[in-house]
């Protein structure tokens, strides 16, 4: 099969799997956009098709920057935001509100609609003595019908800015190394299944790597901060740990939360759910269960993926930033809240100081001209499957994806590409169509429209 591409931005056609070993062709296409005043214009460098996974820092253990492009196929378009919150007015404060908004550009209806609470430096904090001591002897006076809380969490700190990054929502680990001093202080029945404290220690003399004797870690958000266990506090002799910066206003992280944290109670609260607005890892809960049952029986069958894979393992973006394709057209209004330095080039500021910046996405639509060995040609929408927003290079990614069957046998595909006005008309005039019998057996079916809102 013949593949061109008749647009300045970089595209790719290559084959996609599905359980059933079923093949199908994808094309995928990305559109790079800068903007200084406020208005988008095509980047005067494209840039190329991520084709693999990239991260802030050391891979696996930082945010995602972001994913390959050459995934098989998204149930949904991931919103994706590379941003620094500032506070209101540029002048620092103890906390403030984030928000994202994307919605229709005639109806007003919102695709996406998110607010985050942002705060300075707090901690969970153990009482003083004295006043444990004091409520402690109330407890006693009231046969512990009257409890207190030991924790409290700290007034935040003032400050100006903030990464919106996953290392500062709720989330982390309680490890200890087998070469930490906390190691003797770790009762066995808090040690990892199978750990034996002299074969590590063999094995950090013989290679100079630690082990860890004992590890508990927040899966949806291992990189995070506020997780902590009452075994790992008392063998670090911890009397604090960080509290997370970033939240869900309508479900803050307060010290009852971590009082009930500490016994690995109530871990499905909203309050513990990692808040951000950038991807959420592979490896992480609950994307991780996505990929399907991974086990030996899957290796012996040689299958490429398990029966139970669920494409929307692809999608990284958080639920509350996923739209359904493809009800993203490409020409929807994107409105950011304290997300940019206030004053900074485009952005309003509104009465109570709040940083505003209003995008307009460009209605583009790319398109491919699947030429079949039968002679027929048939144009076929590619749905927008990622949107990706950096607001610190002042950039917007686009990527656009769809998939076509390969029976019948195509002998060519063309991307192309439609502006605006070229779009509105060839869709009122009922849009493309595809030829009888040429019908899409793959995970999603190739779209003959979009949803203008």
Not at 77 to 96: E, F, G, I, M, Q
Not at 241 to 266: C, D, G, M, R, Y
């Amino acid at each position: 099969m013949i593949f061109k591409n008749h647009t300045p931005f970089p595209a790719l056609a290559f084959w996609g799997l599905s359980s059933k070993s079923d093949s199908f062709h994808v094309v995928v296409l990305r559109q790079t956009f800068s903007f200084e005043q406020g208005t988008l214009v095509l980047a005067e460098k494209q840039t190329p098709l991520c084709e693999e996974d990239t991260f802030t820092g050391e891979p696996n253990q930082s945010s995602v920057l972001a994913e390959s492009d050459l995934c098989q196929f998204k149930p949904h378009c991931d919103v994706l935001l590379k941003a620094t919150a500032h506070a209101p007015w540029n002048r620092p404060a103890r906390s403030w509100t984030v928000g994202l908004q994307i919605r229709k550009p005639r109806s007003g209806r919102s695709l996406v609609d998110k607010t985050l609470l942002v705060s300075g430096p707090s901690q969970f904090r153990r009482r003083n003595l004295l006043v444990r001591l004091g409520w402690f002897m109330v407890q006693v006076g009231t046969l512990f019908l009257l409890r207190r809380n030991p924790w409290k969490r700290t007034r935040p700190e003032e400050i100006l800015a903030l990464p919106i990054r996953y290392e500062h929502a709720y989330g982390g680990e309680a490890k200890v190394l087998i070469t930490d001093r906390a190691a003797s202080r770790v009762k066995k029945r808090h040690w990892l299944k199978g750990a034996r404290p002299d074969d590590l220690k063999a094995a950090f003399e013989a290679t100079g790597e630690a082990g860890a004797l004992s590890w508990e870690v927040h899966e949806p958000n291992p990189i995070g901060k506020g997780f902590a266990r009452s075994w790992w506090l008392k063998a670090a002799k911890l009397k604090g740990i960080p509290a997370p910066q970033i939240e869900a206003p309508e479900a803050p992280v307060t010290a009852h939360h971590f009082l009930l944290s500490l016994a690995s109670k109530a871990s499905g609260d909203p309050a513990f759910l990692p808040q951000g607005l950038g991807c959420l890892a592979k490896g992480w809960l609950p994307r991780r269960n996505r990929a399907g049952t991974l086990d030996e029986a899957w290796i012996q069958s040689g299958k490429p993926i398990p029966d139970d894979f669920d494409f929307a393992m692809w999608n990284g973006a958080p639920s509350d930033q996923q739209v359904p394709c493809p009800a993203l057209a490409g020409d929807e209004l994107i409105q950011v809240t304290n997300l940019c330095p206030s004053g900074s080039p485009g952005t309003v500021t509104d009465e109570q100081g709040n940083c505003v910046l209003l995008l307009e996405l460009p209605g583009h639509q790319p398109y491919v001209m699947a030429s079949c060995q039968t002679g027929d040609r048939t144009p076929v929408l590619l749905d927008l499957d990622t949107l990706h927003l950096d607001l610190e290079q002042r950039t917007l990614v686009l990527v656009w994806r769809t998939i076509l069957p390969e029976d019948p046998k195509l002998g060519s595909l063309e991307t192309c590409m439609l502006s605006r006005a070229q779009k509105s008309a060839w869709l009122a005039q009922g849009g493309p169509k595809w030829p009888p019998g040429l019908a899409v057996a793959t995970p999603g079916p190739a779209r003959m429209e979009q949803d203008h809102g």
